[in-house]
């Protein structure tokens, strides 16, 4: 069973930044891909930023130009560097990966303040 366990997270005021750790409990390249979701309160979990095996990233068209996802292989994880946050980037947000099925973390809260 994989076991995907986010850090960071918290309460910043808009135009603030955060950054999001995701380690998993086997190797990073291991998986076909990872990425990032979030979910407000009363919608659907949407996908904020992708990261394929071979390092492509996609993102979510709310978040280009100011969230980044990045992969540290010496330590094993997956970053999301937020900059320039909003009040519509509170949620709770959720590491995933793919490799035959799906896994998901815990999630952590990230919550911007006007």
């Known amino acids: 069973q994989v076991q995907l366990v986010e850090s960071g997270g918290g309460l910043v005021q808009t135009g603030g930044s955060l950054s999001l750790s995701c380690e998993p409990s086997?190797?990073?390249?291991?998986?076909?891909?990872m990425g990032w979701y979030r979910q407000a309160p009363g919608n659907q979990r949407e996908v904020v930023a992708t990261?394929?095996?071979?390092?492509?990233?996609v993102y979510a068209d709310a978040v280009k130009g100011r969230f980044t996802i990045s992969r540290n292989n010496a330590k094993n994880t997956l970053h999301l560097q937020m900059n320039s946050l909003k009040p519509e980037d509170t949620a709770v947000y959720f590491c995933?990966?793919?490799?035959?099925?799906?896994?998901w973390g815990q999630g952590t809260q990230v919550t911007v303040s006007s």
């Open positions: 995933h990966a793919y490799s035959r099925m799906g896994y």
């Open positions: 990261l394929t095996a071979s390092g492509l990233p």
């Open positions: 086997r190797n990073i390249y291991s998986f076909d891909h």
